[in-house]
Structures are given as C-alpha cells and as structure tokens.
C-alpha cells in the first residue's frame, strides 16, 4: 500500500483523510496541521469519523518528510498564501512524493502557467523525482472531465457552459467569503476574486484545457461580471449577520471566444441567501449545484449536487474535489515523475471501494 500523508485539516482535509482511508491502495501515514491546538488529536477524530484511526497529527513537517511517504495530498489553503503553498508542495516533491492538491489556481493548466510557478516545480521534480497534479471541483472536474466527457454525447455543438450555483450560508470560511468574495461588504468595495485579470487567472485555465481537448483556437478569453446587494439583513448558521444594502450576490462569467463568439464558458453564480437575485439560475433545490449545458443539437443539461457532513452542500464538493485527486494517486505512481494536468490524468472507476465500509 502507498504511504499518503494528508498535510491541512481544514474543510478539504477532514475529506482527504476519509478518501484516503477508503481507498484500497492506499494508507494513511501522518497527518500534518498547522493549529498548536489539533497537535497529538487522532486523525479519525479530526476527519470526524466517530473513531480513531491510530495516526495522530504533527506539526513536525521535516520529520514527516523525511520518513518517505510516497503521496502527499496538500490540503492547507492556498487562496490567501499562494507562496507559502507553492513552497511546501515544492518541499514534498523534492522529497520524492507524488502530490495533488486544488490549492494553486495558475497550476490546473500547467502548460501555460507563469514561468515563475512553473519552472520551480519542474526542477523539483528534476531533482526529487516526484510529481504534481493540481485539480479540484470548480476549477477542477466540474469545467475540465466533465463538459468534455458530455460534449461527446453531442451532434452539433454551439457553446458549452459551465456553471457552478452556490448558497455560501454554509461555507465555513468566513474570510474567503466576507473578504475574497466580498459578501456582506459595501457596493463600493472591490472584491478581489472578480477583480479585472483575476477570474481568468483562476479559472483561465480551464477554458483553455477545454480548448486544447476540442481542438479549436482561442481568440481570447473574457471576463464579466455584475453584483447584487441585500434587500434585507440576513443571519447565517456558520458566519453571523450580512447587513441590508451590502453585497448578497455576484455573477460572473469567464468566456473562451472562438472566432468571434463565447464558446466556452464557465459562469458563477454565488449568492449567501437565496433571496437575493432571484432571476438568475438557481439550483433544482435553492442550495447547490455544478451544472453542465451544451448548446447544440442535442440540446444537453447535466446537473450534479453533492452533499456530506450531514447533507451539507460545501462539504460535498469538497469530498469531491479530493476524490478526484485521491483516486489519482496510484495511477501518478504509475506514471513516474512529472507535472500533470486534467487531460492527461484519466477519471478511472472507483475499483475496489463498491461496498467496502470506512474503516
């Protein structure tokens, strides 16, 4: 079985702790966190599993490292710490591990990532002689696997859409919501994750693999966006208060124009509750939901809803997003030393877990 550390244990590591358990080839190694107070804790009880797996978590990172594993799954954020991460995934592939993670945006398209996070993560692998695939959900399969599995059912193809619908009431990440997002914040304020240039740096790279895969040019790649405010104060389970008249709701799209038209197209449509701008596409259920459509003959629509933590929307996409990189792993091994992306890493059957039970 392949040693796989799971380093982060936050809303995407409790997943990748539960995923590796569950995987048949694989076996869970150490933990590593950064919280002084998660120190010593089983990591059953950190994945809130309801029992202890045996492995209690460090914050010894050279230790960890030095002890070999052969996978790591670097679940500690990367949104607001981009250097910090690029640096610690750098550390573990120099140590010979294979590594998947969703936390560096600019790598899901490796091949036209910046020189600057490209070009240390290939001489790490050139010395170390490990790997790393980046993915996640959205981006990540949700604008990468899936619209190009489902073009296939097509005749005629017009525009491909990707959208993820969100309610973030249930997104315990208050400063990625309030701060990144904007959400609760005055109409005046800038939101940095629908800043001009940013959608495209993070989702960019997934229009221009959906390209690659078609097989057709780019003439460039567009941003739009528009923003709702609140009509009324609304109170939510995991982050308190957002005040009337701030920010309740922000659209945008991200459009890969193909000879003059948007062809490929990833939209977002983020709201933190479902009162605010009723018009736009709502979910079949009013909470969450990553859909696909194909516009052509025939028309195709694909809505997927995922849910975990006791029915919980965010948790769900999360699971997810890691089960997409923890079922990589051994075919990475497989592979041998490299950088890799969506296309070249198969979504392959989940052999071996029908009906095998969480340990």
């Known amino acids: 079985m392949l040693s796989t550390i799971v380093w982060g244990t936050g809303n995407v590591g409790r997943a990748a702790i539960r995923a590796v358990e569950a995987h048949p080839a694989l076996r869970l190694a150490a933990v590593l966190v950064h919280d002084p107070g998660k120190v010593g804790r089983d990591a059953g009880a950190l994945a809130r599993l309801g029992h202890d797996l045996g492995v209690t978590a460090t914050d010894d990172v050279d230790a960890v490292l030095a002890a070999g594993p052969r996978a790591v799954v670097y679940a500690a954020s990367g949104d607001i710490r981009p250097d910090e991460a690029l640096a610690d995934i750098i550390r573990a592939i120099r140590a010979g591990a294979v590594v998947?993670?969703?936390?560096?945006?600019?790598?899901?398209?490796?091949?036209?990532?910046?020189?600057?996070?490209?070009?240390?993560?290939?001489?790490?692998?050139?010395?170390?002689?490990?790997?790393?695939?980046?993915?996640?959900?959205?981006?990540?399969?949700?604008?990468?696997?899936?619209?190009?599995?489902?073009?296939?059912?097509?005749?005629?193809?017009?525009?491909?859409?990707?959208?993820?619908?969100?309610?973030?009431?249930?997104?315990?990440?208050?400063?990625?919501?309030?701060?990144?997002?904007?959400?609760?914040?005055?109409?005046?304020?800038?939101p940095p994750m629908i800043a001009p240039t940013v959608p495209t740096m993070v989702w960019g790279g997934q229009v221009r693999l959906m390209a690659r895969a078609l097989g057709v040019e780019l003439d460039e790649i567009r941003e739009s966006r528009d923003r709702r405010p609140l009509d009324a104060t609304v109170r939510t389970e995991t982050m308190g208060e957002f005040d009337a008249g701030t920010q309740g709701a922000v659209r945008f799209e991200v459009q890969g124009i193909v000879e003059g038209e948007p062809r490929i197209v990833i939209e977002h449509v983020t709201r933190i509750h479902p009162s605010c701008?009723?018009?736009?596409?709502?979910?079949?259920?009013?909470?969450?939901?990553?859909?696909?459509?194909?516009?052509?003959?025939?028309?195709?629509?694909?809505?997927?809803?995922?849910?975990?933590?006791?029915?919980?929307?965010?948790?769900?996409?999360?699971?997810?997003?890691?089960?997409?990189?923890?079922?990589?792993?051994?075919?990475?091994?497989?592979?041998?030393?490299?950088?890799?992306?969506?296309?070249?890493?198969?979504?392959?059957?989940?052999?071996?877990?029908?009906?095998?039970?969480?340990?």
């Not at 809803?305 to 075919?331: K, Q």
């Open 100 to 190: 998947v993670t969703p936390s560096l945006y600019a790598l899901y398209d490796q091949r036209d990532a910046p020189p600057e996070l490209r070009e240390p993560v290939l001489a790490a692998i050139a010395d170390g002689g490990g790997s790393l695939f980046v993915s996640g959900i959205d981006p990540g399969w949700g604008n990468d696997v899936l619209p190009l599995l489902i073009s296939g059912l097509g005749g005629t193809i017009d525009v491909i859409r990707c959208q993820e619908i969100f309610d973030y009431s249930t997104y315990d990440q208050p400063d990625s919501v309030r701060y990144l997002v904007g959400m609760g914040q005055p109409m005046d304020y800038e």
């Open 277 to 359: 701008a009723p018009d736009w596409p709502t979910p079949p259920d009013g909470h969450a939901a990553h859909r696909v459509i194909i516009e052509g003959r025939p028309r195709i629509e694909v809505t997927i809803e995922a849910t975990d933590e006791g029915g919980n929307r965010a948790a769900g996409g999360n699971a997810t997003a890691v089960g997409r990189l923890v079922s990589a792993i051994d075919w990475l091994v497989e592979a041998g030393p490299g950088l890799y992306d969506a296309l070249d890493v198969p979504l392959r059957p989940a052999i071996g877990k029908l009906g095998r039970k969480q340990p």
